[in-house]
Nanobody
């Protein structure tokens, strides 16, 4: 049974930092492109960051570029999202996702095969 579990969310003041973690089980982690998405109330789920299987390639949404850093540890079956300089507009539920079919990082949520349950990030002004 494939499981993705996010952790590390919480309440932080604007300008603060959080580090999200995604632990996976039941899949061959190093075979999956991984992504972070977020969904704010009343909005569509949007791509935040993604990382290739070997961690050689990363992509970011323009809104988080230079503030967020995605990484992965294939030995531990884990992915991370370091979020710095957080702003109120970053408030959302953050999800990790795994994609086996495509070789490249996709920004399309529909490309991902497995999802976590999400972790809430709230940034106060």
């Amino acid at each position: 049974q494939v499981q993705l579990v996010e952790s590390g969310g919480g309440l932080v003041q604007a300008g603060g930092s959080l580090r999200l973690s995604c632990v996976t089980s039941g899949l061959s982690f190093r075979s999956y492109v991984m992504g972070w998405f977020r969904q704010a109330p009343g909005k569509d789920r949007e791509f935040v960051a993604g990382i290739s299987r070997g961690a050689f390639v990363t992509y970011y949404a323009n809104s988080v570029k230079l503030r967020f850093t995605v990484s992965r540890d294939n030995a531990k079956n884990m992915m991370y999202l370091q979020m710095n300089s957080l702003q109120p507009e970053d408030t959302a539920v953050y999800y990790c996702a795994a994609d086996q079919e495509y070789n490249a990082v996709s920004r399309n949520p529909g490309a991902y095969d497995y999802w976590g349950q999400g972790t809430q990030v709230t940034v106060s002004s």
